[in-house]
């Protein structure tokens, strides 16, 4: 199994910032890619940023130039550092690793973390 362990949520003013962290353990070989997506109530989980594990990184339009992805795969970690905050980017946060390579399956799983609440106030 594969756990992903998210931290550094929370509540700030508008303008300001937050890093989110995602930790994966467990018996794992490899992993694809790691990245986050958000969810507000009533509205679909959406992509806000992926990178791969050879560097590739996508953002959603709403967050370029705000947001920033960066990983240590030595530490099978994955980071978002958010700038000017947006009410707008309230949700939970959650953290997600896809095409993970598992010694318990014969093909490669996709796992999500519990989620961390971002709450930007105006």
């Known amino acids: 199994q594969v756990q992903l362990a998210e931290s550094g949520g929370g509540l700030v003013q508008a303008g300001g910032s937050l890093r989110l962290s995602c930790a994966a353990s467990g018996s794992f070989l490899s992993i694809g890619a790691m990245g986050w997506y958000r969810q507000t109530p009533g509205k679909q989980r959406e992509m806000v940023a992926t990178?791969?594990?050879?560097?590739?990184?996508n953002y959603a339009t709403s967050v370029k130039g705000r947001f920033t992805i960066s990983s240590d795969n030595t530490k099978n970690t994955v980071y978002l550092q958010m700038h000017s905050l947006k009410p707008e980017d309230t949700a939970v946060y959650y953290c997600f690793a896809e095409r993970v390579v598992v010694t318990t399956a014969p093909s490669p799983q996709d796992y999500w973390g519990q989620g961390t609440q971002v709450t930007v106030s105006s």
């Open positions: 990178i791969t594990s050879d560097g590739n990184i």
